[in-house]
């Protein structure tokens, strides 16, 4: 019976299994398609679809949809995406299949990068803020360092340019140093580099900001002005997929200045002449009426940017790839300006061991040339660069190329050959590249080895002609330098998780890491050039004494480093990190640093009275103390180094030595002390979420050069003295404000108010910032302990010298500033009280430092359309603009330099005009000093970036995954009342000619390349 039994259920068993088979794996070539969408109903691009047991996948589109055909295997699909928890949908009989992700907040922790690994979100006790792929894809960026402005709080960005390739200048909470640098760490795909990266933007899939201690410790002396952490993208398990991209941008300028031309320039010269008693330049003016250049016209154009860019990416579950190529071509709105880049980055992934060895495979290849027009020697005026000069340059010459000598017998600086006569062009090469290998030795173990290269070549050539500026005297003048650098670094770690129990929760890292730099200079300085047309290609056709100069420099840097996190009942969070950094650049006493930091997190949302509450989603407390260090200064300058000259001894040119600096065997690290509390609240599912923090900062042992008495044979030493302190309060608010099925907004919003305060120099009462040019105007910034960094400094102008300013003697009853009382000049306070006007009269008459910063980002989304708006803005700065003083005062000078706004010309003192307005002063002035009339206000509100988008529906896809056209329009609006080209600006923030004082003369505008408004189409094609 029981035989029968078995033969009857074989007999039932066997069809069924067969069919089960067949209909699992019989619908090889079956074609799905459907959308995928998140709870909210919003398209989820770019998700993965992958048939379970197989290579077989693909990826969403810009609108969610998806179309995969089956091969043989099982009839199951497994959805995914980043921040959303994985779901699966057996196909059987269906030919479209729509999926609802839900998010997953556990997956959406786990993105987060923190150094040297990744943890969640939730468990985070530090400072961090966030910057997705998304996000940069809305707006158009030459460079990495662009990328954050108005991005995230807590970050200010400037630049001393707005020249195509122009590096910003970027501030996380403030300046930590005087004479060290300022800016911070990039680390990219796990390998902290040197300076900032130039590979394309568009390869960033996630950047992190580190800003407090907690945050920053792990990189110890390299992480005392914040670390930036970048995520390149990565190929993903499915089908290969082709993103291709392309834009073109057409960029304008427009001048703040109306300079005069034709007759009102000759009447105006004639006046000046003949005022100081000497003949007329222009003996009939009249004769200009309607003639003259207009030299901004003639230098600047419409510029043009095109991009285009490929990436491909895809791969098996064992093995991923992401390919980019890129190539960028950028015209300037000011001729003879152009920046150049190719790009090439290959990204593989490989698993093997049984997935307990993971490879990752990072390389980066960019090319850049950039051609620069604006090349300011700091020198007035040949050196004042083609936009000062086309502003103050005489407009009735013969002819556009006119190269001889104004109306008033001066040497004429043709700004139009400026930039389309001198070849100044630089070209860099960058190699960037890792292998990172994480080996998992047992579940809650694992090692990672991440290894990488940093090569960077930069040569730079500039050709100055006989018929421009700088090269009219030395007839032509050429250069040539030849930068060569590459780092290398190798850092080996171990990993170590473990749950105790339910409620224990603790993670370890320890590690060690070695980083050597090497770098390697050559320059060449001729002039003479009786032959100029081969230009810089053969400079030995120079007959002037060329000038060579050589030089090398290596350092290393030694660490070794701990962290540890543990959680107790997913409520109590702690987190501790320790970094040792051993540095060559420092003395032999004090090569050593060691900078420590703790934090602790309370989830009070887990917490049994808040948990089950439907409005509070998230809140957390935060809180961290900790230091950091910086070793940001050049190798060697702890020990006695000498220079070399020549000597002629019996008419032989000897070759000597030179002492420069002092040795300081007790030289040290800067080290950063930070506090730092803050709040994470969500509300309503997270729907609204707000980070706040407020940070207090004081950084020691400031590194400065002082001055030693020139008896002792020594120029000066680096020592350590004085303190600075920031302290600030930043918010980040988002919000998705409307959310309907058709319609959707979201909103983020940030805020940064801080205060950076000198609080001793080691003594010192002041130190002063450097002049803002080599030979006119003199210094005007201020360093004070008690008083905010970088304060303007300046004599401070209280009206214009009247009739009635002299006593019945024609006796000047006011205090005389270089015995000038000339009618219509400017009058200066007396704070000192001698009855003189001398550099003890100056006083603090601006701040260069934003009361707060924010940017407010939009994003509006209707069915297949979207629209960016993105705002941004400083406010409560002081910007100084000696540009205009020199455009608005009828300066008198012995070059050719002279012309004047129209607004100046028409409201100028005169005797029918006896105004008191310090802007317009009378004709013939003195050189203006550093004072109040070059401050303005430099507060603005701009509208960054407008972006409107359309995903093209496709019916008949051939092959084609999604279709988006945009419009951007980029500095379309600025609200401001600076009278000059561009409120975001600080012309001296790279200071080439003397880098020392880079950063110490914020806010000053000396006709810097502004930001154009600029328009641009593209297309984004994905197959």
Avoid at 114 to 124: A, E, L, N, R, V
Avoid at 411 to 425: C, I, K, M, S, W
Avoid at 567 to 587: M, Q
Avoid at 729 to 753: G, P, R
């Amino acid at each position: 019976m029981r035989t029968i039994f078995k033969q009857k259920l074989k007999k039932l068993v066997v069809p069924i299994f067969m069919l089960t088979c067949f209909l699992t794996f019989s619908q090889s070539g079956k074609t799905v398609t459907g959308t995928i969408t998140g709870a909210d109903g919003e398209p989820l691009p770019g998700a993965s679809v992958v048939q379970k047991g197989t290579t077989n996948g693909v990826q969403s589109d810009f609108d969610g949809n998806y179309q995969i055909q089956l091969v043989n295997g099982t009839n199951v699909l497994v959805f995914s995406y980043v921040g959303f928890s994985a779901k699966e949908e057996a196909v059987g009989a269906r030919n479209s299949i729509d999926v609802v992700l839900q998010q997953d907040a556990q997956n959406l922790d786990e993105v987060v990068v923190i150094g040297y690994g990744s943890q969640k979100k939730s468990d985070i006790t530090g400072a961090v803020a966030s910057v997705g792929s998304e996000e940069l894809e809305k707006a158009v960026f030459n460079s990495v360092d662009q990328v954050l402005q108005g991005r995230s709080s807590g970050v200010l960005v400037t630049s001393a340019s707005g020249e195509p390739g122009a590096p910003a200048n970027i501030r996380i909470r403030g300046n930590n140093s005087i004479s060290g640098n300022n800016s911070p760490l990039y680390v990219i795909d796990g390998i902290p580099i040197s300076g900032s990266p130039n590979f394309n933007p568009q390869e960033i899939e996630n950047l992190e900001v580190l800003k407090d201690a907690s945050a920053t410790a792990i990189y110890g002396s390299r992480g005392a002005n914040g670390v930036i952490l970048i995520t390149t993208k990565r190929g993903k398990t499915g089908e290969t997929s082709f993103d291709l991209y392309s834009n073109v941008s057409f960029s304008t300028i427009e001048t703040p200045y109306e300079v005069l031309r034709g007759q009102d320039y000759a009447e105006y010269r004639n006046e000046a002449n003949a005022a100081l008693g000497n003949a007329l330049p222009f003996p009939n003016p009249e004769q200009y009426e309607g003639q003259g250049f207009d030299w901004f016209d003639e230098i600047s154009r419409t510029g043009i940017r095109q991009e285009y860019g490929l990436n491909i990416s895809g791969g098996s579950e064992k093995t991923r790839f992401f390919i980019s190529g890129n190539l960028l071509d950028d015209e300037g709105v000011i001729k003879g300006s152009q920046f150049k880049r190719g790009s090439l980055r290959a990204n593989i992934d490989m698993d093997a061991l049984n997935d307990k060895l993971n490879l990752k495979l990072s390389i980066n290849g960019t090319q850049t040339q950039n051609l620069r027009s604006v090349t300011d020697n700091r020198a007035f005026p040949s050196g004042g660069g083609p936009i000062f000069n086309a502003l103050t340059a005489e407009p009735i010459v013969p002819s556009l190329d006119y190269s001889g000598f104004t109306g008033e017998n001066q040497q004429f600086l043709n700004p139009y050959l400026e930039v389309t006569e001198q070849d100044d062009r630089q070209v860099s090469t960058n190699l960037l590249g890792n292998v990172e290998a994480t080996l998992k030795i047992t579940d809650k173990l694992s090692y990672t080895f991440n290894g990488g290269l940093n090569y960077r070549l930069t040569t730079r050539d500039i050709f100055t002609p006989s018929n421009v500026g700088s090269g009219i005297l030395p007839n032509a003048v050429g250069s040539s330098s030849n930068n060569r650098a590459y780092d290398y670094i190798v850092s080996n770690y171990l990993t170590f998780t473990d749950n105790f129990g339910e409620n224990h929760d603790f993670s370890a890292t320890m590690g060690a890491e070695y980083s050597e730099f090497n770098n390697y200079g050559t320059s060449l300085n001729v002039n003479d050039f009786d032959l100029q047309t081969l230009g810089f290609n053969n400079f030995g056709v120079a007959t002037g004494r060329p000038v060579v100069s050589s030089n090398r420099t290596q350092s290393v840097l030694q660490s070794g480093f701990a962290r540890f996190n543990y959680s107790f009942k997913n409520k109590y969070l702690i987190t501790a990190t320790v970094r040792a950094d051993g540095s060559s650049r420092f003395a032999e006493n004090e090569k050593w640093g060691y900078f420590p930091s703790a934090a602790l997190g309370w989830r009070i949302s887990e917490e049994n009275f808040l948990k089950d509450n439907t409005t509070v989603s998230n809140l957390k407390l935060r809180a961290s103390w900790g230091e950091t260090g910086s070793q940001a200064i050049a190798p060697y300058q702890s020990l006695s180094r000498y220079g070399t000259t020549v000597y002629s001894i019996g008419n032989v040119p000897t070759l000597s030595f030179i002492p420069q600096s002092v040795a300081n065997p007790n030289l040290k690290w800067e080290t950063t002390e930070q506090t730092n509390i803050g709040l994470d609240l969500g509300l309503f599912n997270n729907r609204i979420s707000l980070t706040a923090d407020y940070f207090i900062k004081t950084t020691k042992d400031l590194l400065q050069s002082i001055q030693i008495p020139s008896q002792s044979g020594f120029g000066g030493a680096l020592v350590n003295f004085g303190s600075i302190e920031n302290k600030g309060v930043e918010l980040n608010l988002d919000a998705l404000v409307i959310n309907t099925k058709d319609f959707q907004w979201n909103t983020a919003f940030n805020y940064t108010s801080y205060k950076t305060q000198v609080l001793e120099l080691g003594g010192a009462e002041e130190i002063f910032g450097p002049g803002f040019a080599i030979n006119v105007f003199g210094n005007g910034h201020i360093y004070r302990p008690g008083q905010e960094f970088g304060q303007f400094f300046g004599l401070n102008a209280i009206g214009l010298i009247q009739e009635s300013d002299f006593d019945e003697d024609d006796n000047p009853t006011f205090p005389v500033f270089r015995n000038d009382t000339q009618l219509g000049h400017w009058k200066f306070e007396d704070v000192d009280g001698d009855g003189v006007i001398t550099n003890e009269d100056r006083k603090v008459i601006g701040n260069p430092n934003p009361d707060f910063l924010f940017g407010w980002n939009n994003d509006f989304t209707y069915k297949n359309l979207s629209l960016n708006v993105f705002i941004q803005g400083s406010i409560g700065n002081d910007l100084y603009n000696p540009t205009r003083t020199t455009l608005s005062s009828g300066y008198f000078n012995n070059e050719a330099y002279k012309n004047q706004t129209v607004d100046w010309y028409q409201n100028r003192w005169t005797a029918d005009n006896p105004t008191n307005d310090i802007r317009f002063p009378s004709i013939n002035t003195v050189a203006p000093p550093v004072a109040n009339y070059m401050v303005e206000d430099g507060s603005y509100i701009r509208f960054r970036n407008i972006s409107l988008r359309y995903n093209v529906p496709l019916s008949d896809r051939a092959g084609i995954n999604g279709l988006q056209v945009f419009v951007t329009g980029t500095n379309l609006i600025t609200i401001t009342d600076y009278s000059g080209f561009d409120p975001e600006v600080s012309s001296l923030d790279a200071d080439t000619i003397r880098p020392n004082n880079s950063g110490l003369a914020p806010g000053v505008d000396l006709g810097a390349y502004p930001r154009p408004k600029t328009f641009t189409f593209g297309v984004n094609l994905s197959f």
